[in-house]
């Protein structure tokens, strides 16, 4: 393989060291792959560019593009990635290959994916995921068994997490080889044969087809620079890559930015690897000048800095370390801080304002400088203990520590630490303050657990029923926005809540577990909402996903996993905010899932919790069993109910706090239309009197707010509120809140934040207010077929009647079926606005909505030439799945076609020729398909309703000429790369293989189509379709199997717009094929070509699918409407 350097600016010598020079990259081969976070924007991620030879990269879900630790790179939560171009031959089968990813993790699972592509499912050594996890299998490389790689050497089980490595991954064609910041970090014999045809994705894996990621694995962390060589780096190499990336800033200051109680004045750090020299500032003030200049140019080796002048005593300092590369050029470091060791005592714990302790708390502290002993005030009078009087002074103390005793609930204490030095001085201490955890009375008697998860701080979670059983945050979690004020965040590493509830549960014959719950659909396996249990023997779980991709499940049992009661769902729970309840009835010894206040799952159970009794490990987001994943995802309202609650009663657990207002309108998160915005309204909690009313446009600033600020609204008796001069066109995000006061005036319950987005543009239908209820459902609204007598259906025919996977804004779209194949040959849908729509306010110009249809279905294209698209499980087993272009044939004879290309939803995607005995999923067949990736295959089902047998020739390119032949009943395949000279499919043996299928007379002859993946649509182009023998009719089509025919005929789209006169003007889409777009596309419609039409007064807006003017019999299929908007340019 032939190597190159790019970017080559020189070799600067300067003392003693040969220096690469800045931007020096070593290339092997071609480099394809070239991505650099430092060309994008900071915010919302772009397109990245690729500098490499094949196409740019598409953000996917919500990549974000940060400085971290040093470097400008691109953030990914786990449900972001970036897909690329298509990966290409050299870096294919057994195609050498260098993967080099600059990288930042600051937590990790067994596998999480930074760069793929070929897809999951095997045979072994068909994968190629580069990751970055600590699995002991393939925490570094999956091949998909050929074997897979760990991170060896001195990174193992994997790279140090929380700083930024240079990760590479070569392959030679027999040895996989791993590299950590240009050291050797592992090597295998490795005999691959990956993929060929799927997409390149960063921070994601591609799954069993690799159609879309495999979510569970898609990478949460950071990354600066990706890149893939199709030749293999050399070591050297590989660490002159090292030397010439990561940060141009120094990182990992220590002591730590924002260190208090520094003692000893000597700064260390991290040189960025570019760095020759080093600049060092320290002064008193953050904004460092040249003044502050400590030690100019020193030689980056060194990484110190002893303050040899003295420090002041509880003074904050500033310093910063500047790089200066081999060229000159000066990286401008970050500015850090620390505090030296102050007089007084320092970090005390409860920290000062901490809310929320316990009421058997102990308090610790730091010693200040040259302290001997302690003098320790303490009391519930602030004054007092400021001025050591009224009994608030506890002695003197030599430990850090102090026991005060017995707290009252519901009490904020003060305290005081002064410390006697050594000489006698004495330094009077801060006044310092911490909250008990209130007294809490029990609202209701089946309420026997309640964690809201509101405390917003420390590591308590508050039971706010009542019953005192407070719980414990442990490991990797964070206070976030909840759906019902605060929420916590747990990382899928190590997070988890542990509840003190044992002897509850021990004591319930029945239960109800209710909880709203933001899964990422990401991280490691089995992870559980709940699991209440004694060891892997004895529990009862909820897990949102059953292993990497399964659906929700329910399960409890005394007898380990063999002896489980329990029920689930097949879909895995979605993300974003969703409310879950388990109920466990004792009496009918039933357990049910409920999901958004819908039932879900119902069965019977032996076991109750009584059964498995006082449980000893009770928690939140982490499982009995220790392979299983840690949550990753967010709780709040987590509830027990000591009843087996009736569906009708689900409801009311999804509120929240029964004291404080509920019911919001416009929805949380809702985009309202300026014309809309006139007003706020929601209901009142239980107790409310009165409503105090705060908004404005400052998040904080409304959920901080006093009476005494402006974002203060008053208080009034009624659930509404005008935003009358309060609210503008394109205004953006506002917020509110409303404090529900009881009676008596002085009782205020401080209420959640909401808030609503005024967009830019005017809302015609965004689809986000329909449901499944009836009234409000999306058909009731858009009259389609059943009523206009047009081929349109509007809507799932069962709920959700609205699409909630395809979308393009928010979370739900509109599909609508057509079906042009009857008379009146189109298929039209048609919304009346209730109220007059004015589309000439607030200088808006076009009409702009988004849709997508389906791959198309069927295009006949001449001279045996077509364009066939297909989903389906497979042809095989005892029943197909697929779609067959078909004539009749009678005897003998043979069908051949050329497979130009086919689009790779599954390795063993099929398309070919095919002679069968009926149009049934069971029949018997033969056929001759290329795929893919699996070469060419020739294949029969001997029996109808049989199982099926095939011969295949690994290896052979998807472009290929594949013939059938049927003499009596005797058929025999070839194939061929240029349509002249034939191959047989033999046998290991070397025999031309035949098989004996005893069909009729009378067959069916054709080319035929399957995507091998019940969830993506191939498509396959064919030419030169040929049959001989005696065959009869046109070509024709058809759809065999059960499976979802997720294609659509080719049509055009048409839109019309009516004034309350009836006057109206129709347009039609550009592209006659509209319909199968398979991606969303925006439809920008001048409101100027909307000629003739008031649009002052627009009363109907009608989409449609074929040719409403001049209608001609066509076919059928699904599109998808979202986002229909008036714009300004």
Not at 78 to 93: L, N, Y
Not at 982 to 999: C, F, P
């Amino acid at each position: 393989m032939g190597k190159k350097v790019v970017h080559l600016i020189g070799i600067l010598s300067l003392v003693g060291l040969s220096v690469p020079a800045t931007g020096q990259i070593q290339v092997a081969e071609t480099l394809l792959v070239d991505l650099r976070a430092q060309d994008l924007t900071y915010g919302p991620a772009p397109v990245w560019p690729n500098h490499g030879t094949l196409g740019d990269f598409t953000p996917r879900g919500a990549p974000v593009v940060q400085d971290v630790a040093g470097l400008k790179a691109v953030t990914f939560d786990g449900t972001s990635w970036f897909d690329g171009p298509t990966s290409v031959p050299g870096i294919e089968g057994r195609g050498t290959r260098t993967i080099e990813v600059w990288v930042y993790n600051p937590s990790t699972i067994g596998e999480e994916t930074m760069v793929h592509w070929s897809h999951r499912g095997g045979p072994a050594g068909t994968n190629i995921a580069f990751n970055y996890g600590n699995h002991g299998t393939w925490g570094a490389v999956g091949h998909w068994d050929a074997p897979d790689m760990p991170w060896g050497g001195s990174v193992a089980p994997t790279p140090q997490l929380g700083k930024w490595w240079h990760l590479v991954y070569t392959y030679d064609g027999t040895t996989a080889r791993l590299y950590a910041n240009g050291s050797p970090a592992g090597e295998k014999a490795v005999t691959l044969n990956t993929h060929a045809g799927n997409i390149i994705r960063i921070a994601a894996q591609g799954n069993d087809s690799g159609a879309a990621p495999a979510a569970q694995f898609n990478f949460t962390g950071s990354m600066a620079e990706v890149r893939i060589h199709d030749g293999v780096l050399t070591a050297k190499q590989i660490e002159q890559n090292f030397q010439q990336g990561g940060p141009r800033k120094a990182t990992a200051p220590n002591p730590a930015h924002g260190t208090v109680g520094l003692a000893m004045p000597l700064l260390q750090w991290t040189p960025a690897a570019i760095a020759l020299f080093e600049d060092v500032y320290l002064g008193t003030t953050p904004e460092l000048t040249a003044a502050d200049l400590v030690r100019p140019r020193q030689p980056a080796m060194l990484k110190m800095y002893y303050h040899l002048l003295p420090l002041v005593a509880g003074q904050t300092y500033y310093w910063r370390v500047d790089e200066i590369a081999a060229d000159g050029q000066v990286y401008r470091g970050d500015v850090w801080s620390f505090t030296t060791l102050p007089l007084t005592a320092f970090a005390p714990i409860p920290a000062d304002g901490a809310k929320f302790q316990g009421l058997d708390v102990d308090l610790t502290w730091q010693p200040g400088k040259d302290a001997k002993s302690y003098d320790i005030y303490f009391g519930t009078d602030r004054a007092a203990v400021a001025a050591g009087t009224g009994g608030t002074s506890q002695g003197t103390k030599s430990a850090m520590t102090f026991d005060p005793g017995p707290l009252q609930a519901g009490t904020t204490y003060y305290w005081r630490v002064d410390v006697v030095t050594f000489a006698g001085q004495k330094n009077a201490g801060a006044l310092w303050n911490f909250t008990t955890i209130p007294n809490i009375a029990v609202s209701d008697p089946q309420l026997v657990g309640w964690w809201k998860l509101d405390e917003g701080q420390g590591r308590t979670a508050v039971d706010w029923s009542g019953k005192g059983n407070h719980g414990q945050i442990l490991g990797g979690a964070r206070w976030i926005e909840g759906y019902h004020g605060g929420g916590l965040q747990l990382d899928g590493q190590d997070g988890y809540v542990s509840l003190p509830i044992g002897p509850l549960l021990a004591t319930l014959g029945s239960a109800t577990m209710t909880s709203w719950v933001d899964f990422s659909n990401a991280g490691g396996a089995w992870q559980r909402i709940f699991d209440f249990g004694s060891g892997t023997g004895r529990y009862i779980f909820l897990s949102p996903r059953t292993g990497t991709a399964g659906g929700m499940r329910l399960a409890l049992t005394t007898a380990a996993g063999a002896g489980e009661s329990l029920i689930g769902v097949p879909q895995t729970l979605p993300s974003g905010w969703h409310h879950v309840a388990a109920v466990v009835d004792g009496t009918t010894r039933s357990i049910h899932l409920y999901l958004d206040g819908a039932l879900v799952a119902s069965g019977g159970t032996q076991t109750l919790l009584t059964d498995i009794g006082a449980t000893t490990q009770n928690w939140l987001g982490r499982s009995q069993y220790a392979a299983d994943g840690f949550l990753r995802g967010s709780l709040d309202d987590f509830r027990i109910y000591s009843v087996a609650l009736p569906q009708d009663q689900i409801p009311r657990t999804m509120r929240g706090d029964p004291a404080l207002a509920w019911n919001p309108q416009p929805a949380r998160g809702a985009s309202v239309d300026i014309r809309a915005a006139s007003g706020l309204s929601w209901s009142a909690g239980e107790k409310a009197a009165k409503h105090d009313v705060y908004f404005g446009r400052d998040a904080a600033a409304v959920n901080n707010a006093t009476p005494s600020a402006p974002e203060y609204k008053g208080r009034q008796t009624g659930t509404s509120f005008s935003l009358a001069g309060l609210v503008e066109f394109g205004g953006g995000a506002y917020f509110w809140r409303i404090d529900e006061v009881e009676a008596d005036g002085a009782t205020i319950h401080k209420g959640n934040l909401w808030t609503f987005t005024v967009p830019a543009y005017l809302i015609v239908d965004e689809f986000e207010g329909y449901t499944d209820d009836e009234g409000s459902r999306v058909y009731e609204t858009w009259i389609d077929g059943w009523t206009n007598g047009t081929g349109s259906t509007v809507g799932n025919l069962t709920a959700p009647f609205a699409e909630r996977t395809i979308v393009h804004g928010g979370k739900q779209s509109m599909p609508m079926d057509y079906n042009n194949i009857k008379a009146p040959f189109y298929s039209e849908t048609t919304r009346t606005f209730a109220s007059l729509q004015n589309w000439t306010e607030y200088g808006v110009t076009d009409l702009s909505l988004w849709f997508r249809g389906n791959p198309v279905r069927y295009v006949d294209k001449g001279n045996g030439a077509f364009t066939v698209g297909a989903a389906g499980h497979d042809i095989w087993d005892t029943a197909d799945d697929f779609r067959f272009v078909y004539k009749r044939l009678t005897g003998d004879g043979s069908v051949t076609v050329k497979v130009d290309s086919i689009v790779n939803t599954n390795a063993w995607a099929k398309g070919g020729v095919m002679i069968r005995e009926s149009l049934e999923p069971e029949a018997m067949f033969a056929y001759m398909v290329s795929t893919p990736a699996q070469g060419v295959s020739f294949g029969w089902r001997q029996i109808t309703n049989g199982t099926c047998g095939s011969a295949t020739q690994a290896g052979v390119p998807t472009a290929q000429w594949v013939r059938l032949t049927r003499t009596g009943s005797a058929f025999t395949a070839q194939y061929s790369a240029d349509g002249k000279a034939w191959t047989d499919i033999r046998n290991a043996g070397g025999q031309v293989v035949s098989t004996t299928i005893l069909m009729s007379a009378g067959v069916y002859v054709g080319l035929c189509v399957t995507s091998h993946n019940t969830a993506a649509t191939t498509t396959v182009e064919f030419s030169g379709a040929a049959t001989t023998g005696s065959t009869a009719g046109s070509w024709q089509q058809v759809w065999i199997g059960d499976d979802p025919d997720r294609t659509n005929s080719t049509a055009g789209l048409y839109l019309a717009v009516e004034d309350s006169t009836g006057k109206s003007a129709l347009l039609v889409h550009p592209d006659p094929a509209a319909a199968t777009l398979p991606a969303w596309t925006e439809w920008k419609i001048p409101l100027s070509s909307l000629a003739g039409v008031n649009l002052v007064r627009v009363k109907k807006l009608s989409l449609g699918v074929g040719n409403r003017q001049a209608p001609v019999a066509g076919g059928a299929g699904r599109i998808y409407i979202d986002d229909i908007r008036v714009t300004t340019p």
